[in-house]
């Protein structure tokens, strides 16, 4: 099919949720994407985060193709080996006690909000299943997680919401005082803030919120949904927080492209959902695993200071430009923001990029990047004079 093709049967046949822009895409390479007609474009979204190690890399496809080809599900009813090697990659790297897999960030979220209710309802019993959440955020899609998303806009069409959450200003320990109350049970929380603008949190609120956490017995629940795996330039952000939370979402970036999520809990949260409390159908399928272990296997320690390294790099280039419509940087790692300065539209400059050959990401008042975890300082080169060429 053409692009124009693809664009006029999607328009056609697939509900109207998403505005698109006007590129389709065929195939990739490295963090470099192609159109069906073979135009290159460099690629600083990763499919919003989620294709870490680029396009066409061939130890995950051929892991993929060799699983596919072995066992493609099989149901959680029976024991499965790369789901048991993943969940056990995971625990030993980041200190949690096991692993509940899922498929979609939304999902995962749910998950954790079950979970947290659950073990204060086994401790305290009914009345105590307010969650804390930080206004700005962003948790997910469903009934439940547009209602934990703290933002109004998202709190619109769909009534009735799940009941249960409250919400306070980030970096700011007296709103979390007020919002705080006898019905509480958790606070969760993007350590950085992803959709809401790429806002990281400060680290002594976040070791002040754990401390809360602790002496109150309210669980904290991280959202590292767009965070974790690698993104920040550690496995996850929380080991840059020097906090371990009690419960972690993960999803995005898991499985470098294929639908997986899940959830972290420490030891004290590890049977709180036992048998027939929770579950999912193609939950730790087999593929999808297969491929997060590619992607362990990948991120290395070496790897990962590489991410970092890169996040710097990009930053610098971009200030570097001094461009009239974009004012400074922030982020964490490959997780970027610029700020979009006044008299300029944030759409407008996306919609000039792509067109120019650079895909890149809004978020809040903001840019947002989130380049492959692999790209080439050849690639942020060449984003950057695209960016230099479209925005002078
Ligand atoms: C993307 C995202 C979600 C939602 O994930 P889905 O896979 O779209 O359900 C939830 N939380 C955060 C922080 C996200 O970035």
């Not at 049967?9 to 895409?25: D, K, L, N, Q």
């Not at 999912?280 to 970092?308: K, R, S, Y």
Request: hydrophobic share 40%; net charge negative.
């Amino acid at each position: 099919m053409t692009s124009q093709e693809i664009k006029s049967t999607t328009e056609r046949y697939i509900m109207s949720t998403y505005g698109r822009f006007p590129v389709a895409i065929d195939h990739g390479r490295g963090a470099t994407l192609y159109d069906p007609e073979g135009r290159a474009y460099i690629d600083f979204t990763s499919g919003i985060g989620v294709c870490d190690l680029g396009y066409g890399y061939a130890p995950w496809a051929d892991a993929i193709a060799a699983q596919a080809r072995k066992l493609g599900h099989v149901s959680n009813l029976f024991y499965t080996e790369p789901s048991a090697r993943l969940a056990e990659i995971l625990c030993k790297r980041t200190g949690a006690s096991c692993v509940f897999f899922a498929n979609g960030g939304g999902e995962a979220n749910e998950g954790m909000i079950k979970l947290a209710r659950k073990y204060s309802f086994d401790r305290y019993g009914q009345g105590r299943a307010t969650i804390i959440t930080l206004k700005n955020s962003f948790h997910g899609r469903t009934i439940t997680t547009l209602k934990a998303t703290g933002q109004d806009v998202f709190h619109n069409y769909f009534f009735p919401f799940t009941e249960g959450f409250r919400y306070a200003e980030a970096n700011d320990l007296a709103s979390l005082e007020a919002a705080a109350g006898d019905d509480v049970c958790a606070v969760m929380v993007e350590l950085v803030q992803g959709e809401g603008g790429v806002l990281p949190l400060e680290k002594e609120y976040v070791a002040a919120v754990a401390r809360l956490c602790r002496e109150r017995d309210w669980l904290l629940l991280a959202d590292e949904v767009q965070t974790g795996i690698g993104r920040t330039g550690t496995l996850f952000a929380f080991q840059q927080y020097g906090v371990l939370p009690d419960v972690v979402s993960f999803a995005k970036g898991i499985a470098g492209g294929l639908p997986m999520s899940g959830i972290l809990a420490n030891d004290k949260c590890r049977d709180v959902l036992g048998p027939g409390t929770h579950a999912t159908t193609f939950g730790a399928n087999p593929v999808c695993a297969a491929a997060g272990l590619v992607v362990q296997e990948t991120l290395t320690d070496d790897f990962l200071a590489q991410v970092t390294a890169k996040g710097a790099y990009l930053r610098q280039g971009i200030e570097a430009l001094d461009l009239p419509c974009f004012g400074k940087t922030r982020g964490l790692g490959l997780m970027i923001g610029i700020e979009v300065r006044e008299g300029y539209n944030k759409s407008d400059i996306a919609a000039k990029l792509i067109e120019s050959g650079l895909l890149v990401l809004t978020a809040g008042p903001g840019m947002r990047l989130l380049p492959p975890l692999v790209i080439t300082k050849e690639e942020m080169d060449a984003g950057l004079a695209i960016m230099k060429a479209a925005l002078s």
